[in-house]
């Protein structure tokens, strides 16, 4: 009951794995903040004590009930929870994605998969649209609950955009690989090669006896600017330029690349790009380094590896010459009034035109949903879009208008993080199972969507200041010219020191008595003085 979900030290344990994986966030629990912070509400304080006392298999087991790729998001995932976590009003949040990928890989290094507990067979079908996160993860937990699930996808591998937008150097093929194998080997079964809404309709679906189904197709969809000379040779999409790494079409490569966007796709590409050994590589930016979206330690990189990053600079119109690409005229551009999204709107300044030389560029302004399967199915196109060309569903169930379609991800929310994905695929799950076994979906009680207020300290008293640590990183010179993982796992030791960090914090209260390692403290101080200089 309450008090097992409650106990910070996790003493109690009766609590079954279909319980935790149906249960969401209350206002009534005592969550630590960094929780209440991570979209799939994974319990840290809890997998960071495991650590911190050497069990790394319970420690992944407690991630797997809220995140069934660890290894993925251990190396992905840009750490919003790290922004809530209390240690940082001491010294630095603790480096709770480090700990996520350490005991990730532990089980990845030993070849053997950890069992995790599979209820018993319901008797029920769900189809899942799309392999991505989303759909993979909503395969696993439906599938921990007892359902047999088939996944559908139009790729000719499952992983979404982890396999065809985030290049091999952030994310190797082969974790994502032997995390997607786990979730198969659960007996999920997989068809790839299908595409949704043409040779697959949701009346066949029926016809087979899939009892429900969860639509997780991404947003896929480049946004393109319309600028003069935006259809020349010369001129691709983000989305188009990183997929074609994994597919049999040509890559355009280039000399002198622009690209055009501040997201995490702009900032991969330009990075791919110079790894495939363009002589410059430039992002244009129409607002400054604060607005950017994509994830700051990406922009970091970026800079560190030479890419040159132009801040407030506006696209104006392609330059042609002999039928392709020769420049990209932009214009300067100062900050304005904020827009609706809050952040302060660009304004041209005038009479500032410059061409900027270049024979590729690469336009990565932001993604959309492709909806055209839902227009094409005779059942599916009563679904309501939204003026984003998302499909609209209940935001308390992800139910769709016709009950037995669900839908998550991307192609609900709009492009964001892997882990808001994963989130919905595991809430998806809950609806589906409840939708399944008992006709109806109960609503959460005082469901947590904002923070709790009295979790927020301003102030921590009897914390001596402990060093965060460092992942081991590739130089810079070793970088260019391979796609060989740049960002490394942190050793065993030092995940013992670091979760040692961790405050064990509940509600109000944290652990005013963590241990002083003063042996291994000087030691990751100097390593971490190495790394940094
Ligand atoms: C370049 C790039 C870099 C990114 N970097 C990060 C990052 O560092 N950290 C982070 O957290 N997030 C990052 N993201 C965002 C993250 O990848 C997405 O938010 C996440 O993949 C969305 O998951 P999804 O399952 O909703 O959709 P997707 O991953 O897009 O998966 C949807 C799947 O549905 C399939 N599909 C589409 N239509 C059909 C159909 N009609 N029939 C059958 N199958 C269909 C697609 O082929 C795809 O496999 C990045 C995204 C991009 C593009
Ligand atoms: S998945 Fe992301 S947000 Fe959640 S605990 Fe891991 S790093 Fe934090
Ligand atoms: S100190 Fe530990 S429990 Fe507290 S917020 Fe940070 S990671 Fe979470």
Known sequence: GECVRACPKGIIGLISSTTKILHWNQYTECLAPCQQKCPAQIDIRKYV????????????????????????????????????????ISDEPVAINYLKRFVADQEYLSGTRYEVPIAADTGKQVAVIGGGPSGLSAAYYLRRLGHAVTIFEKMPKL???????????????????WEIQGILEMGVQAKTGVEFGESLKLELLKTEGFDAVYVAVGAWDDQRLTIEG????????????????????????????????????????????QRMGAK?????????????????AEIIAAEEEGINLRYLYGPQR?????????????????????????????????????????????EAVGQKPNMEFMKNDSHLKSIPLTRWNTIEASEDSLQTDIPYVFTGGDCFTGPA????????GRFAARSIHYYLSEGKIPPIEERARDFIPESLLSELQGIKSKTRVHEPVVP???????????????AEEDALYESSRCLNCGIYCYNKDIVEDENILPVLQSEGDALAS
């Open 318 to 362: 392609v330059v042609i010459e002999n039928g392709r690409v020769a420049g990209l005229e932009v214009i300067k551009m100062e900050l304005g009034e904020p827009d609706p999204s809050g952040r302060r709107r660009p304004v041209p300044v005038e009479g500032s035109e410059q061409i900027l030389k270049c024979d590729v560029i690469i």
């Open 49 to 88: 004590q495991y650590i911190k006392e050497g069990r790394f298999k319970d420690a992944l087991l407690t991630i797997k009930e809220h995140n069934p790729l660890p290894s993925v998001c251990g190396r992905v995932c840009p750490e919003p929870c790290a922004l809530a976590c209390r240690r940082q």
């Open 417 to 424: 993080l892997a882990i808001d994905a994963i989130a919905a």
């Open 476 to 490: 810079l010179e070793e970088r260019l010219g391979n796609f060989k993982e740049v960002e490394g796992t942190i």
């Open 159 to 177: 992983g979404g955009m982890l396999r065809y937008g985030i290049p091999e150097y952030r994310l190797p093929k082969k974790i994502l690989d």
């Open 280 to 296: 410059e590589v430039s992002i244009v930016y129409r607002r400054s380094r604060n607005e950017m979206p994509a994830n700051p």
């Open 230 to 273: 935006h259809d020349a040779e010369g001129v691709i999409s983000g989305i188009k330029y990183l997929e074609r790494f994994h597919t049999d079409e040509e890559v355009d490569k280039g000399e002198y690349i622009i690209v055009i966007g501040g997201g995490n796709t702009a900032i991969d590409a330009a990075r791919t790009a």
